[in-house]
């Protein structure tokens, strides 16, 4: 650790991590119910467990991204954060109001908590993945703005470096994007075409520029390969990006009542998407070849490596799979959907925010550069337990999703939802088995910072 | 004269790109609006059921329907498909009210249930005619058959 005032990233990362441990709860949960209908009913439904399940995944992904630029962007710029205490009574507000929010889902029905925080003022509620109550996503605005600040002064008053460049614009279009989970009109077809423009040009457009900023700073950092080379490949991968994505949103305007020329402007740009999820793997593997030093820091090269294979695989490979509108047709809102999604998920944001953790946590513990050869052990096999079992849930999924879009929508005589879904419950059977490898990984993974303290810090040569 | 592929080279890819396809998303997004009101079924919003059809798209959302649902494919993939209920309940919106309406509070033992949300009969009907306002959207002929 270079600035003392980059210390203010480690309750960040350590409240993502513990959310990320209710995320995977949760998500158990409704695997299960996926078998077991009644399971916890009707005291958790499976609706409150997955707004859970996925409110928990978004806030811990976005308190990571703010734990990674609270870390990197002094060290790029080269000078102290503009107010490390601002930073964390945001991490305060952040978590306060995170907690509350998960209270309201799990305590109240979620009409009484529509009721009580007052949703029919700015009614924004029961949207998927924007169920938080309006109060919640104004502080969610108020915590980002502040963020912003201090991020931006810094930047300004210091060195400016690409990298920094590069998060601050995908972390204000995050910003500005979010606005749009105010704007909820009657009309339904207008209500998702905006809804869109948070949940698309979030997770395939702005968040790339995150994702491309960190896995590059941690690239410089462990690499010792020149910044330039670094700086060029990461323009042109976020270039590509929005040159394929924004355009790219179109394959969610399908079915949905725009019309119908987004079939093609959807089909052809959203195909494109996965080329800057291939450069980026390409880009990382090069890095590394031409690495001018061996960092002591195994896992983290590991996690950096393996964000850009699963990224491409997740986010480009799985998400091809079902982007043509002819495909689109039998397997929209089906189990590929959800296949898609738990990888692409995983490989791009979970992964690149456990890299930073990662190469962050040791030196934020008071360490020169790396944790114990021990505890690099255990957070290696946490990584191949965790990576493996969601290899295998998307698998799974993938198998239900193809079986339903046959028997459901395809076949000579189409079948009922719940008739097709008894059909399928082998692969839920199979994806709750590979759940709860993913969370034996978890586990590991957490053990993996208390492990092996005592021993010397790993260096280069063992 | 070849010019050497330099980070500035890279760097007004990034940004020319970026604007390029952001105006032409916004142009395409303009041309959306334009056409929506043929395909969007507003005229229903603002006929005489305009004032049901709004109150039951807010308690779809305050009962959080998406997390078990899809709509028009969007949502949870955890029970039906509803884009187009109507129809799969013959055209009759008191179909889905009787069904909402007779869900058991205790659940179907050992299957997935639907709650029992204890609805007024002014309510269950504005749900009912919000679920028929978004089945005659037009949705390019999706879902591929009645079973959603």
């Known amino acids: 650790m270079q600035y003392q005032s980059q210390a203010v990233a480690k309750p960040y990362f350590i409240a993502a991590i513990a959310l990320f441990v209710a995320q995977v709860l949760f998500g158990l949960i409704m695997g299960l119910q996926y078998v077991v209908g009644d399971f916890l009913f009707p005291e958790i439904p499976f609706n409150v467990a997955r707004m859970v399940h996925t409110n928990a995944l978004i806030v811990w992904l976005l308190m990571a991204f703010m734990g990674a630029s609270y870390y990197l962007v002094p060290e790029e710029a080269e000078t102290e954060l503009y107010s490390p205490g601002l930073a964390t009574l945001m991490f305060w507000v952040?978590?306060?109001?995170?907690?509350?929010?998960?209270?309201?889902?799990?305590?109240?029905?979620?009409?009484?908590?529509?009721?009580?925080?007052?949703?029919?003022?700015?009614?924004t509620m029961g949207r998927e993945f924007l169920e938080?109550?309006?109060?919640?996503?104004?502080?969610?605005?108020?915590?980002?703005?502040?963020?912003?600040?201090?991020?931006?002064?810094?930047?300004?008053?210091?060195?400016?470096?690409?990298?920094?460049?590069?998060?601050?614009?995908?972390?204000?279009?995050?910003?500005v994007f979010f606005?749009?989970?105010?704007?909820?009109?009657?009309?339904?077809?207008?209500?998702k075409y905006f809804w869109w423009w948070v949940v698309h040009l979030w997770v395939e457009g702005v968040w790339e520029l995150i994702l491309g900023a960190i896995l590059a700073f941690v690239l410089v950092k462990t690499?010792?390969?020149?910044?330039?080379?670094?700086?060029?490949?990461?323009?042109?991968?976020?270039?590509?990006?929005?040159?394929?994505?924004?355009?790219?949103?179109?394959?969610?305007?399908?079915?949905?009542?725009?019309?119908?020329?987004?079939?093609?402007?959807?089909?052809?740009?959203?195909?494109?998407?996965?080329?800057?999820?291939?450069?980026?793997?390409?880009?990382?593997?090069?890095?590394?070849?031409?690495?001018?030093?061996?960092?002591?820091?195994?896992?983290?090269?590991?996690?950096?490596?393996?964000?850009?294979?699963?990224?491409?695989?997740?986010?480009?490979?799985?998400?091809?799979?079902?982007?043509?509108?002819?495909?689109?047709?039998?397997?929209?809102?089906?189990?590929?959907?959800?296949?898609?999604?738990?990888?692409?998920?995983?490989?791009?944001?979970?992964?690149?925010?456990?890299?930073?953790?990662?190469?962050?946590?040791?030196?934020?513990?008071?360490?020169?550069?790396?944790?114990?050869?021990?505890?690099?052990?255990?957070?290696?096999?946490?990584?191949?337990?965790?990576?493996?079992?969601?290899?295998?849930?998307?698998?799974?999924?993938?198998?239900?999703?193809?079986?339903?879009a046959y028997l459901q929508r395809m076949g000579e005589n189409p079948q009922p939802f719940m008739v097709v879904q008894e059909q399928i419950s082998l692969f839920y059977w199979l994806r709750e088995i590979a759940g709860v490898i993913f969370l034996i990984g978890l586990v590991v993974y957490i053990a993996s910072f208390f492990v092996g303290q005592n021993d010397p810090e790993a260096t280069t040569a063992s | 004269m070849a010019q050497p592929f330099t980070k500035i080279v890279a760097r007004n890819i990034f940004y020319g790109g970026t604007a390029f396809f952001f105006l032409l998303f916004l142009a395409l997004t303009f041309d959306t609006m334009g056409q929506l009101p043929q395909r969007d079924n507003r005229a229903a919003l603002t006929g005489e059921l305009g004032p049901a059809i709004t109150k039951g798209k807010l308690i779809w959302e305050e009962n959080n329907c998406i997390g078990c649902?899809?709509?028009?494919?969007?949502?949870?993939?955890?029970?039906?498909?509803?884009?187009?209920?109507?129809?799969?309940?013959?055209?009759?919106?008191?179909?889905?009210?009787?069904?909402?309406?007779?869900?058991?509070?205790?659940?179907?033992?050992?299957?997935?249930?639907?709650?029992?949300?204890?609805?007024?009969?002014?309510?269950?009907?504005?749900?009912?005619?919000?679920?028929?306002?978004?089945?005659?959207?037009?949705?390019?002929?999706?879902?591929?058959?009645?079973?959603?």
């Open chain 1, 94 to 123: 952040f978590l306060v109001a995170a907690a509350l929010t998960v209270a309201g889902y799990l305590l109240l029905s979620y009409s009484t908590l529509a009721e009580v925080t007052m949703n029919k003022l700015l009614p």
């Open chain 2, 69 to 148: 649902h899809t709509l028009l494919g969007e949502g949870a993939y955890f029970a039906p498909e509803l884009g187009n209920v109507y129809q799969r309940y013959g055209n009759s919106t008191d179909a889905i009210k009787a069904f909402i309406a007779s869900r058991p509070a205790e659940g179907i033992p050992g299957r997935r249930s639907m709650p029992q949300f204890n609805f007024s009969d002014e309510e269950l009907t504005a749900i009912a005619e919000f679920l028929k306002y978004v089945s005659e959207i037009n949705t390019a002929n999706w879902p591929p058959n009645i079973q959603g």
């Open chain 1, 132 to 175: 938080q109550p309006t109060i919640t996503k104004i502080g969610i605005v108020i915590v980002a703005l502040a963020f912003l600040f201090n991020i931006g002064m810094t930047i300004l008053r210091g060195r400016k470096t690409v990298i920094n460049l590069v998060l601050l614009m995908g972390l204000t279009g995050l910003a």
């Open chain 1, 223 to 404: 690499t010792g390969v020149d910044r330039e080379v670094i700086e060029k490949w990461l323009y042109v991968i976020i270039a590509m990006t929005l040159i394929t994505g924004i355009i790219g949103t179109g394959h969610h305007y399908y079915w949905i009542g725009a019309p119908e020329y987004w079939q093609w402007w959807g089909s052809i740009f959203s195909a494109m998407e996965p080329i800057p999820f291939f450069m980026m793997t390409v880009f990382a593997f090069n890095i590394v070849n031409k690495r001018r030093r061996d960092h002591p820091n195994k896992p983290a090269m590991l996690w950096a490596l393996g964000t850009a294979v699963m990224a491409f695989l997740g986010a480009g490979v799985w998400g091809f799979l079902h982007t043509l509108s002819p495909v689109n047709y039998y397997t929209h809102g089906s189990q590929i959907t959800a296949a898609h999604g738990h990888m692409a998920f995983y490989g791009a944001y979970v992964m690149i925010n456990i890299t930073i953790i990662s190469y962050a946590m040791p030196l934020l513990r008071g360490r020169n550069a790396a944790n114990p050869l021990k505890s690099q052990v255990w957070e290696m096999w946490s990584f191949w337990l965790m990576t493996i079992a969601m290899v295998f849930i998307t698998l799974f999924l993938t198998g239900a999703g193809i079986l339903q």
């Open chain 1, 179 to 191: 606005l749009f989970a105010f704007y909820n009109p009657e009309n339904l077809v207008l209500d």
